[in-house]
């Protein structure tokens, strides 16, 4: 009896065999975690005119809320990003004499993110054709509470600052794309900013 044709077979079979068990030796590398997409709506505009001694444009999915808890002064508001859970944090202030104070208080709250920023990039805001004179933070690092700060005044009568905060822990690599977003906005409310007669 002749068993021939069967060697064949076994070697088909054995060779099948090596073939599947070297294909399953790579290993598996799990993908990071990833983030939830954002979608960003489409930049609209309002004017915020009342009777506070400013008025500027801000952004159609933002609400402004007067604040008035037992810290507050009066015209200070947030601007808030609900979809974002992000406030813009605005302090009002009349100046007196006491600007040189103003700007230094507000030079200190912007280095008090040192510590956890990569960098801080200053912007000189001169706008004479309306009196706003101020400057602008760019807060970079991961860890850095607030993105984004700013003051603004007319160097006589009006002062106001801003702080860009989120309601989350920071983590602005994954923020980042609603960070520039909000920052868009933000100077389009610099950039319209007017003050009122006293």
Known sequence: MNKRPAEP?????LLVTAILLYSCTESYTPKPSG???????KKQYRVFDSTYPYRFSYPSYARIV?????????YWMNVEFPKFKGTLHLSYKTV???LPLFLEESRDLVMKHIPKANGIDETVISKPENKVYGMMYDI?????????????TDSTSHFIRGALYFW????NDSLK???DFLKEDMKVMIESLKWKKN
């Open 140 to 152: 970079r690092g991961n860890n850095a509470a607030s993105a984004f700060q700013f003051y603004l």
């Open 177 to 179: 794309p609603v960070i």
């Open 168 to 171: 989350v822990t920071p983590n």
């Open 96 to 98: 007196k004499n006491n």
């Open 66 to 74: 007067p604040k008035t808890d037992s810290g507050s002064e009066p």
């Open 9 to 13: 077979l076994r070697m088909m079979a």
């Open 35 to 41: 983030f939830f997409r954002i979608d960003l709506p």
